[in-house]
């Protein structure tokens, strides 16, 4: 059994440890509520960005680099892996991780060259330690990112995408991030970002305007679910070659389009760090919680085994005392 | 325009909703020179360039807005201003 002395001093030590522990999880509370208000201010600015473009779409007839890439046989796509800056947060960056290099290893086999970007320093670090390739990383604030740091992801992202393939451009951008369900749950996701998938556009953009017909009488007869989606569908065919008369899109669609595009990107990509770092925050929280829980667990534990050896050392003491004064009685008799 | 007419009007930035409330008239800075919006306008999206958002809300006070880099939305008598950043420049004038 360990000395009484080393059983105290593991005690202090945990003791201390969970005072630490207690204080980063009053931390990262305090935090969620902050990462919370700053995701719900950011909403009306995204909600608008995407009616803006639900409204395009609607509308006019896309034709932009963001919504279809043309060169198709281009292999190299992006891939952001949005980790935290800080440990204590329990598996937050190593599922991440985990899911990267799945993702990674899935595009791999389809034949693509995944280019790799990182947000926060684990990650970065992670990956600097095993000589990985990495085509370009931010860190600082994941806990709390600003609209500075996504401009600065969105616009490099942006232009690898735009470029040439023969410039090195990519073709698909995928993001890595963890979505915020709730206190306890939070689920790594796989997005693919660029290029956007628009809800409307796709088949119909493609077929004659015959087809599109078709298509608007079907939306009439059946499928009610969506009223929103039927009512777009309806406004949809007037678009043939320009813009209907119902929206005007000033100065001009294509300018309208130019700026748009890249700023819902923009929001998007803020959006995935807002709900990272209340995903991180969250996990840190409950990493803390349950650290704390097992730090009192040890000692809890630790007192229990000083307890049996004071206690075993006091009835050796006992014994020894008695042992010897049962001998010196026995010498005087 | 009828007296009465008001426009339901969100101003947003990146980063946090600037205002929100009912307007009798706005006018902001597009791309194209000075726009000025009236309840029922057709349904219109239009870029913004830096300068002051101006609006008569429904107590027919003005409110003024510097802004940069953004775009409105009418659509159904509600106007949206999004914009990188926002800010009220002198909300209390009269």
């Not at chain 1, 017909?213 to 929103?228: F, I, M, T, W």
């Not at chain 1, 989606?229 to 406004?235: I, L, N, R």
């Given at each position: 059994m360990a000395s009484q002395l080393a059983l105290k001093s593991r005690i202090a030590s945990t003791q201390s440890l969970g005072k630490i522990f207690n204080a980063q999880e009053m931390i990262a509370s305090s935090h969620i509520a902050k990462a919370r208000a700053v995701a719900l201010d950011a909403k009306p600015y995204t909600d608008a960005i995407f009616d803006a473009v639900q409204a395009l779409v609607a509308h006019t007839n896309i034709d932009h680099p963001i919504v279809m890439k043309h060169d198709e046989d281009n292999p190299r796509v992006a891939v952001l892996a949005l980790t935290s800056d800080r440990g204590m947060a329990g598996a937050y960056t190593s599922s991440i991780i985990r899911e990267t290099e799945a993702l990674l290893a899935g595009l791999d086999a389809k034949g693509k060259q995944p280019q790799l970007y990182v947000y926060g320093r684990r990650g970065i670090s992670y990956y600097k330690y095993r000589n990985r390739n990495v085509v370009d990383t931010w860190e600082g604030e994941t806990d709390h990112p600003g609209v500075a740091v996504a401009e600065s992801i969105s616009k490099t992202l942006l232009d690898a995408?735009?470029?040439?393939?023969?410039?090195?451009?990519?073709?698909?951008?995928?993001?890595?991030?963890?979505?915020?369900?709730?206190?306890?749950?939070?689920?790594?996701?796989?997005?693919?970002?660029?290029?956007?998938?628009?809800?409307?556009?796709?088949?119909?953009?493609?077929?004659?305007?015959?087809?599109?017909?078709?298509?608007?009488?079907?939306?009439?007869?059946?499928?009610?679910?969506?009223?929103?989606?039927?009512?777009?569908?309806?406004?949809?065919?007037?678009?043939?070659?320009?813009?209907t008369p119902l929206y005007t899109f000033e100065p001009s669609p294509g300018k309208v389009l130019d700026m748009i595009l890249p700023k819902y990107i923009q929001s998007r990509i803020h959006e995935c760090l807002l709900t990272a770092a209340a995903s991180e925050t969250a996990s840190r929280q409950n990493a803390m919680h349950t650290a704390t829980d097992n730090a009192h667990n040890l000692i809890d534990d630790l007192t229990r085994k000083l307890n049996a050896s004071r206690q075993a050392s006091i009835t050796q003491e006992l014994t020894e005392i008695i042992g010897s004064a049962d001998a010196l009685n026995k010498e005087e008799e | 325009m009828a007296s009465g007419e008001i426009m339901q009007v969100n101003i947003v930035a990146a980063d946090h909703p600037v205002w929100s409330g009912k307007a009798q008239a706005v006018m902001v800075p597009a791309l194209e020179g000075s726009m000025g919006i009236l309840p029922n306008h057709e349904p219109v999206l239009s870029l913004l360039e830096q300068g002051t958002v101006t609006l008569t809300d429904d107590q027919s006070q003005s409110h003024s807005f510097e802004v940069s880099d953004g775009f409105i939305s009418f659509d159904s008598n509600k106007l949206t201003i999004a914009v990188e950043h926002g800010q009220v420049k002198d909300s209390a004038k009269q």
């Open positions: 995408y735009m470029a040439p393939a023969r410039d090195g451009g990519v073709c698909e951008l995928y993001i890595v991030y963890t979505e915020f369900i709730n206190m306890v749950v939070q689920k790594v996701r796989v997005l693919r970002m660029l290029p956007v998938e628009l809800v409307q556009g796709g088949q119909e953009a493609d077929g004659s305007t015959e087809s599109v017909q078709e298509a608007v009488d079907d939306s009439d007869h059946g499928q009610p679910k969506d009223g929103q989606e039927t009512a777009k569908t309806g406004t949809a065919p007037a678009r043939a070659g320009e813009v | -």
